[in-house]
């Protein structure tokens, strides 16, 4: 395989990317001028160690050559370190934070389980949501926002994540809220507007 072609195939392993825009995105890296070329391949072959995952909400922040192992949300003593939002993606938080109609903390579960492929949940970060609460429930957890797509798919989610974490709650006074219904079917958290991310959070139930 020429070089050419295996930056094709590797492009086509993008999410969302096909056959034909993964060649378009080869060919336009040639047309690119040397300097933006340089940059792209030095930004993608440090990426990985300039960016880390947050130790308690898994969300990806840049270390800025610090050597934290909590990210700028998580370590913040003026949020509200009560309530944890459980979201698909990072994507979610950006567009909460955003926002600005949410100051308690996140965690970023890594997907949501399809309805029909259960063994999916193998993929999402369960065991390190687990370990989250049970590190934040000495620190007052009071309540778990659960904030997956108005989906089948998300409502599956949610009821896997319950089966998880309401062995660790009996004993504790913390409650298990879901997103309001201000956002409407079909919805993804990512992609609403201010107005409805508000409503869906003062409508939790
Ligand atoms: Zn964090």
Do not use: W
Not at 84 to 109: K, M, P, T, W
Not at 163 to 186: A, C, D, M, Q, Y
Not at 194 to 205: D, F, G, Q, S, V
């Amino acid at each position: 395989m020429n070089n050419l072609d295996k930056l094709i195939t590797l492009f086509e392993s993008f999410p969302g990317v096909g056959a034909r825009q993964a060649k378009r995105f080869a060919f336009h890296v040639l047309t690119m001028n040397d300097v933006d070329v340089a940059d792209l391949s030095q930004l993608i072959a440090t990426i990985k160690s300039s960016v880390v995952e947050c130790d308690s909400c898994h969300r990806f922040f840049s270390k800025n050559g610090g050597d934290a192992s909590l990210c700028s949300i998580c370590s913040a003593s003026n949020r509200e370190h009560d309530r944890l939002l459980v979201v698909e993606r990072d994507s979610d938080i950006q567009a909460i934070e955003r926002a600005g109609v949410y100051n308690g903390l996140y965690f970023v579960l890594g997907g949501t389980v399809p309805l029909l492929r259960s063994a999916d949940n193998e993929k999402l970060r369960a065991g390190a949501l687990k370990a989250t609460v049970q590190a934040r429930l000495p620190e007052g957890l009071s309540e778990i926002i659960l904030g997956f797509s108005i989906n089948p798919d998300g409502e599956n989610t949610a009821r896997f994540i319950e089966s998880v974490l309401n062995p660790i709650l009996t004993e504790s006074p913390v409650k298990i809220s879901h997103l309001g219904r201000g956002l409407s079917t079909g919805s993804e958290l990512e992609y609403a507007d201010a107005e409805t991310l508000k409503n869906a959070l003062k409508n939790r139930y």
